[in-house]
């Protein structure tokens, strides 16, 4: 080859071959593949090819749980303080990568790059709102019981343990937030079942939870068939809580076996949001109440005598 | 110890009245059954025969929730908070007018102390009443809504289910804040313990209460079961065993029907080498001994550090032996009559499985009488925390002692059961209790007390000790809809 000629003449001399990201499972805060070896081919909303996630397994998910149980002492332990701080950072860690976030949501949901952006946006303010939360939740929903009697008499929420969340289908970033926040906001450690179709700005929100200040294991993300995790999740006896909104539009799923399952440990439930039997998937714009994050919170009532 | 003499002292039978049978109490009326099949409820400190209750059926469950639902829709969902609140204070006012009457009979059917029917149950039902009473109108003020902007609203028709342990305590802790959020109901006691609801129904009857706001049924396990899964009750209430309310979550998953557990528990009573002694030991026997341990928050597993053990061992059985074990109607009885045979046969297997795998048990000596159903007070050493009368909620006079060093182990022993409804912490130090209490993973904690309660006060459990809370702010949540967005 002549030292003046440029490059290959293959007619790409200034085209460049693109590192593809591989998309793997999100568990104790690293990033493994899954344990079955298995992946599965997520496409766009045109059905273009855009990866091999990770297909995750029964023993991936019971690995995320031991991970989220040996993270929750230490979250549920710090003070809610440094707990607004750690999902505010999330929220400042997701702005710097808003342009990737905004291609994978308009890939995945078929939105244009505007219209994603603003779903991103909303995804930001959304973890900024539910960080402000953590300080305020005890105040708002604890207080002084006045007994008839010579008793100091208070009841305090405390986050209720292990939290599996199955996120919705169709808002793979702005839904994925709206249920994830409510759940470690009040020190509580969850197990995602990402959208099984839509799972890429998913994992790319775990690299930012890789990056941010939020402890390995407190967060845990599989992508993979909701069918075929879910149920193991729904009857894992060390989850303590079930969300179970993603249940609307998943394939071959129903949410009356999953609830039945979770009664075995008496989990605490939260249904899908629909009519009877039905389950829709909520609209993710508005600004939520506090319905998610009571979902998981247990109330604690301490007694003590008074006397001089 | 010799035991003070004590002449007898008994309360009077005269004050109340019992009927020779009871039907249903279905739309403001006593009905008879459908089928008319009948049982007999029983006193069990002398098995003497009460009374005959009516054991309703399929077409009676029906007709109960088709009562309430009619008096939801029609005059009482109507009803103005504030006029709705009247008829509660009449409910807690009539209480109180007839209490000894209600205690009397609750100490016949239960065979618990009148000292503590008369003391405890009924006062504290009457307290639930007017407490919720006040809440009817000023819902809006609960902050319930959690910013959907919606005001609360009821759910509609309210199934319940009650145990035998406190018959009209826990009545009044179901129906209290059902009615006050604007529900209706239909309560089902305990097949052994139904007077007292069935004389409740007499109190509505008097309240004026419309027709079909308070529905009463009788049976056992299956009409419960038929309440719980019948498709027009909106929610469900129930206080019981674990292994029942989880068959009720079961049966009750996939609709949307909403439901509050109050189950089982094997609290652990944790005494520290720098508690005053003399108190805790108070409040090991009030804990565990209070109502014959029938509590479910009761503290049957007593976790004393282990430098004063053998101390507070040897006061606790100084103590049991004065403890008063007989008549329940005799005003100096502290512990009473097993509720029936059945839980009687369960304690004495759980104990026998104590003493076979390998605990050492003690009885405080006393008298038991003849008949009825009876078992002493009984302390357990050299307990393992794989003991099933460490694991298993007995439900009886029974205490299981284990042995801890530090505040972690003692933390790790108290949370090693599926259970987590309530515990104790017996310490001079403030910073250990609070401590303590945050590591607990029990939904009530009592620091240098405990079997406290009160309206104003939730109460309920963490893990397989159920879901939802009873009392306060927190317990009228239970029993209203705010229209979440979410």
Aim: charged letters at 20%; glycine letters at 10%; a neutral charge.
């Amino acid at each position: 080859m002549s030292p003046t000629e440029p490059g290959p003449k293959n007619g790409a001399a200034d085209q460049r071959i693109e590192v593809r990201k591989t998309y793997k499972l999100y568990i104790g805060g690293a990033f493994p593949r899954s344990e079955s070896g298995r992946t599965y081919e997520i496409r766009d909303s045109h059905g273009k090819f855009l990866a091999n996630a990770a297909l995750g397994s029964r023993k991936d998910a019971r690995d995320a749980v031991v991970a989220a149980r040996g993270a929750f002492g230490k979250w549920a332990g710090a003070t809610a303080y440094n707990r607004g701080q750690v999902l505010y950072r999330v929220a400042e860690l997701m702005e710097g990568r808003r342009a990737q976030f905004a291609a994978e949501v308009a890939s995945a949901q078929g939105l244009t790059l505007a219209g994603a952006d603003k779903v991103v946006s909303q995804a930001i303010d959304r973890w900024v709102w539910y960080a402000g939360w953590s300080d305020k939740i005890a105040q708002v929903l604890g207080g002084v019981n006045p007994v008839a009697g010579p008793y100091f008499n208070i009841s305090s929420p405390e986050p209720t343990g292990v939290v599996a969340a199955l996120a919705p289908q169709r808002c793979s970033l702005l839904g994925l937030v709206s249920v994830l926040a409510p759940i470690v906001v009040s020190g509580n450690t969850a197990v995602v079942l990402t959208s099984e179709h839509r799972p890429l700005p998913a994992i790319t929100l775990s690299e930012v939870l890789a990056t941010s200040d939020v402890p390995g294991g407190v967060i845990n993300l599989i992508t993979g068939r909701t069918a075929e995790v879910a149920p193991w999740l729904a009857a894992h006896q060390d989850v303590n809580a079930i969300d179970l909104t993603g249940a609307a539009d998943a394939d071959a799923l129903v949410w009356a076996e999953l609830e039945g399952a979770s009664t075995e440990n008496l989990k605490r439930v939260l249904r899908p949001a629909g009519d009877g039997v039905g389950a829709v998937e909520p609209d993710w714009s508005p600004t939520p109440d506090l319905t998610r994050i009571k979902f998981c919170l247990e109330t604690k009532t301490v007694w003590h005598p008074k006397g001089g | 110890m010799a035991k003070f003499e004590y002449a007898p002292a008994p309360e009077s039978r005269a004050v109340v009245t019992i009927a020779a049978s009871y039907g249903l109490f279905i739309g403001g009326d006593f009905i008879e059954a459908t089928d008319g099949s009948t049982y007999e409820t029983i006193n069990p400190s002398s098995e003497e025969a009460l009374a005959e209750v009516t054991e309703a059926g399929k077409a009676d469950v029906e007709a109960a929730v088709r009562a309430a639902r009619a008096a939801f829709e029609g005059p009482w969902s109507r009803l103005p908070g504030t006029e709705r609140g009247k008829y509660l204070f009449r409910i807690a006012r009539i209480l109180q007018e007839r209490a000894r009457e209600f205690a009397v009979l609750e100490t016949l059917d239960n065979g618990k102390p009148i000292k503590e029917s008369r003391d405890f149950d009924i006062p504290l039902a009457a307290a639930h009443f007017f407490y919720h009473a006040g809440w009817a109108d000023k819902l809006e003020h609960a902050g319930l809504s959690g910013g959907s902007g919606q005001p609360p609203r009821p759910l509609g028709v309210v199934g319940q289910v009650i145990p035998w342990n406190f018959p009209l305590l826990m009545l009044s802790w179901k129906i209290a804040p059902a009615l006050a959020a604007g529900n209706t109901v239909v309560l089902k006691p305990a097949q052994t313990t139904p007077l007292t609801a069935l004389l409740f129904a007499e109190v509505c009857q008097q309240a004026d209460l419309p027709a079909g706001v308070v529905n009463i049924i009788t049976g056992a396990g299956e009409t419960g079961r038929l309440l719980v899964e019948h498709p027009g009750v909106d929610k469900v209430a129930f206080t019981g065993s674990t292994q029942v309310g989880k068959a009720i979550a079961r049966s009750i998953a996939g609709t949307r029907k909403r439901a509050t557990l109050e189950l089982g528990g094997k609290a652990a009573n944790i005494v520290f080498d720098d508690a005053a002694i003399d108190e805790a030991v108070e409040g090991i026997v009030n804990g565990i001994f209070f109502n014959q341990g029938h509590v479910c928050c009761a503290g049957s597993r007593l976790l004393v550090q282990e430098n004063v053990a053998d101390d507070v061992i040897m006061r606790l059985k100084h103590r049991l032996q004065t403890l008063r074990v007989g008549d329940p109607l005799d005003k100096n009885t502290d512990v009473g009559a097993i509720n029936s045979a059945a839980q009687l046969a369960r304690i004495r297997e759980l104990t026998e499985i104590g003493e076979a795998q390998g605990a050492t048990r003690w009885s405080a000596p006393c008298n038991l009488p003849d008949r009825g159903f009876w078992f002493a007070p009984t302390v357990f050493t050299d307990v393992c925390q794989s003991h099933r009368i460490a694991q298993e909620e007995i439900c009886g006079p029974v205490l299981s002692v284990l042995t801890f060093r530090t505040p972690q182990e003692a933390v790790a022993k108290a949370n090693n059961t599926p259970y987590g409804l309530s515990a104790g912490i017996w310490t001079e130090k403030g910073s250990r209790i609070l401590w303590m209490a945050d590591q607990l993973r029990a939904g009530v904690v009592w620091a240098n007390t405990f079997n406290r309660f009160d309206p104003a006060s939730p109460f309920g459990g963490y893990k397989e000790s159920g879901y939802g809370r009873e009392g306060g702010r927190h317990g009228l949540e239970a029993y209203v809809t705010t229209g979440a967005n979410r």
